[in-house]
T-cell receptor, first 114, second 117 residues
Framework: AQSVTQLGSHVSVSEGALVLLRCNYS??????LFWYVQYPNQGLQLLLK??????LVKGINGFEAEFKKSETSFHLTKPSAHMSDAAEYFC????????????FGTGTKLQVIP | DADVTQTPRNRITKTGKRIMLECSQT?????MYWYRQDPGLGLRLIYY???????NKGEISDGYSVSRQAQAKFSLSLESAIPNQTALYFC????????????????FGEGSRLTVL
């Protein structure tokens, strides 16, 4: 079955440290991939998306993600965490043949420690 | 004003009551969605509509119904609310599939927090 998995429901990093949030999908055909961010008491907003152009995708606020077909992964990274990055991050996928519906991962809450 | 507006933002109700959550958008998008967010479960799709005459069930539609009154309005109803429907509900819109250029992005409202006692 097609699915999307985010490893780690909570991730803590120190301010200035590397942020790495993991996302893997299960599909034989590369899907369309997205990362969304949810700040407290707000809706989700798009960070970045992969739509079969470049495999390294740059998003807002210094985040980027790399699509790796061989690993069926789309991990989100940021070289240096800032306090304002504290939020919940969701990986989302549109699977081929999925009638263009978006499937979300379970989310990863990022805590940034001063 | 927000592009995707949800009302009410917060609602507390009792078991067995009928509840309607409303969503309106000014983005001009054809596609509208209702999601439910629960801690540790991410967002799960309840219903979606690709145009006014096209409404489809999502993965957790039992206990819910929807109405697409116009291109800009999509409401979610709980005919007889139960406590396990306590959740944060999001309306979202999108303009096209990702195969049509750079579409596929969802635009979210700020959410409606529903508590069923």
């Amino acid at each position: 079955a097609q699915s999307v998995t985010q490893l780690g429901s909570h991730v803590s990093v120190s301010e200035g440290a590397l942020v790495l949030l993991r996302c893997n999908y299960s599909s034989s055909v590369p899907p369309y991939l997205f990362w969304y961010v949810q700040y407290p008491n707000q809706g989700l907003q798009l960070l970045l998306k992969y739509t079969s152009a470049a495999t390294l995708v740059k998003g807002i606020n210094g985040f980027e993600a790399e699509f790796k077909k061989s690993e069926t992964s789309f991990h989100l990274t940021k070289p240096s965490a800032h306090m304002s990055d504290a939020a919940e991050y969701f990986c989302a996928v549109i699977f081929s043949g999925g009638y263009q519906k978006v499937t979300f991962g379970t989310g990863t809450k990022l805590q940034v420690i001063p | 004003d927000a592009d995707v507006t949800q009302t009410p933002r917060n609602r507390i109700t009792k078991t067995g009551k009928r509840i309607m959550l409303e969503c309106s958008q000014t983005k001009g998008h054809d596609r509208m969605y209702w999601y439910r967010q629960d801690p540790g479960l991410g967002l799960r799709l309840i219903y979606y509509s690709f145009d006014v005459k096209d409404i489809n069930k999502g993965e957790i539609s039992d206990g819910y119904s929807v109405s697409r009154q116009a291109q800009a309005k999509f409401s979610l109803s709980l005919e007889s609310a139960i406590p396990n429907q306590t959740a944060l509900y999001f309306c979202a819109t999108s303009d096209s599939s990702p195969g049509q250029g750079f579409g596929g992005e969802l635009f979210f409202g700020e959410g409606s927090r529903l508590t069923v006692l």
